[in-house]
């Protein structure tokens, strides 16, 4: 089984969240954040997102930051897919997995209803077998909860599970669940960070993920 974080290691997503940051900070008459800053902050879900984005502008701790975050996440959830794209050679990738009939999942700190919609917008409808977003009853990754959700899901060893993802979140919740760890470094982190969480394999190009396999 093959499971794949969504942003920044199946999906270029930063300019997409970037943009409807800034959208959102605009509306309420605070500046705009910039995209390499917005890199940094991506990876725990929205909210820890907008809350790392508001004390980085210096804005108050208040109700208000519920109202922003909300509003965020309205016009994101809205078109998901905007200026998002996949990786170059992902889609080659995945191809190769699918012939030999392996499970595909994607899992993310997103909320759950934007994932699906993001990766049936990208791959189209049926694309992946599961599709594993946030949800109020899961906790997020690093914890290893949604990983048992699957591998209940689908009857499989953890010891069948190859995880890639591009965030010491991800690799954090791999070793939770015990499952193989795949650091992706063309992602929203240094290669140095996927080193110190000590990933169990690194790769730097997309064109690597079909070539790896548990015996």
Partial sequence: MYIFDI????????????????????????KE?????????????????????????????????????????????????????PYEGIVEELEKIKKRDEFLVAFSNKPDSTCKKVISDIFGEGYFDFILGYREDIKRKPSPEGMYIIKE?????????????????????????????????????????????KANLIIDNPSEISKIRRV
């Fill in 153 to 197: 899901r689908f009857g499989v060893d953890f010891s069948d599970i190859i995880y890639f993802g591009d965030s010491e979140v991800d690799m954090e919740c791999g070793k939770n669940a015990g499952v193989f760890t795949v650091g992706c470094s063309w992602g929203f982190r240094e290669r140095k960070i996927l080193e110190n969480s």
């Fill in 33 to 85: 954040v910039p995209r390499d800053k917005v890199r940094e902050f991506v990876g725990n879900g929205p909210k820890v997102l907008m809350e790392k984005t508001l004390d980085y502008i210096g804005f108050e701790k208040s109700d208000k930051r519920e109202e922003i975050l909300n509003s965020y996440n309205k016009r994101y959830d809205d078109n998901p897919s905007y200026l998002t794209k």
């Fill in 7 to 30: 942003d920044g290691t199946l999906l270029n997503t930063i300019d997409s969240i970037s943009y409807n940051i800034n959208k959102t900070l605009k509306s309420f008459g605070l």
